[in-house]
């Protein structure tokens, strides 16, 4: 895969964090530890296949497999900022405004 195949693989990630995003919201309720483990061992995980996976140079045959761990990294993504975010968001310097202000101030 070349540069011209890119743009799949962006938008794989892209729709692979908007459903885990969308998804996280509704594990909200689980304590913070949880989302950041899952996310840390879908990312482990992948990198462990891909480190031991040789693709065949310019065959298109095994393109899906890499979108597909693109979605999963996506989704590995979202759920270390959600767990992230859930520690903010609920309310440690008392509100949902000043908890995001925080967390744009620690990730930013």
Do not use: D
């Amino acid at each position: 895969m070349g540069l011209e195949r890119l743009a799949y693989l962006l938008v794989a990630y892209s729709l692979g964090a908007s459903a885990a995003s969308l998804l996280g919201l509704l594990g909200l309720w689980l304590p913070r530890p949880v989302p950041l483990v899952a996310g840390a061992g879908v990312h482990l995980l992948l990198t462990f296949i891909l480190f031991f996976w040789a693709p065949v140079p310019r065959v298109l045959q095994h393109s899906w497999i890499l979108c597909v761990a693109a979605a999963l990294w996506g989704v590995g993504s979202t759920l270390n900022k959600t767990g992230l975010s859930s520690e903010y968001s609920c309310g440690h310097w008392g509100g949902r405004g000043r908890g995001l202000y925080g967390y744009l101030w620690v990730v930013g």
